[in-house]
């Protein structure tokens, strides 16, 4: 049971990027997925979180509008589409996997203190 994550890099504020989160060994539109983003010097906090089988979904206030989630059953894949980029969204980025079936206001608030399936994590840099 992994995730294995793919994207990022550097660009430049107001510039765009997608990050993929690959599942194996499990069904990710099972399970509710989160994006998290860890910023230097900071704790990691949940920053969108969807449930696919309802049709649910969580944004945080600092990426609304900018950011989207989505997934693609085909592929067992998730996908953050981040628009707008500032450079305060610089960090690393982290898919998570909830399979306790919270709310996902709690998972994106508090998963970063129980979520055990993560993805390795991939860097963001915004920056001119």
């Known amino acids: 049971v992994h995730l294995v994550q793919s994207g990022g890099g550097l660009v430049e504020p107001g510039g765009s990027l997608t990050l993929s989160c690959a599942a194996s060994?499990?069904?990710?539109?099972?399970?509710?997925i989160g994006w998290f983003h860890q910023a230097p010097g900071t704790e990691r906090e949940g920053v969108v979180c969807?449930?696919?089988?309802?049709?649910?979904?969580y944004y945080s206030t600092s990426v609304k509008g900018r950011f989207t989630m989505s997934t693609d059953n085909g592929r067992n894949m998730a996908f953050l589409h981040m628009s707008s980029l500032k450079p305060e969204d610089t960090g690393i980025y982290y898919c998570?996997?909830?399979?306790?079936?919270?709310?996902?206001?709690?998972?994106?608030?508090?998963?970063?203190?129980?979520?055990?399936?993560w993805g390795q994590g991939t860097p963001v840099n915004v920056t001119s």
């Open positions: 969807i449930n696919s089988a309802n049709a649910t979904d």
């Open positions: 998570g996997v909830d399979l306790t079936g919270t709310t996902l206001e709690t998972m994106c608030t508090y998963g970063t203190y129980y979520l055990n399936l």
């Open positions: 060994g499990f069904i990710l539109g099972e399970w509710q």
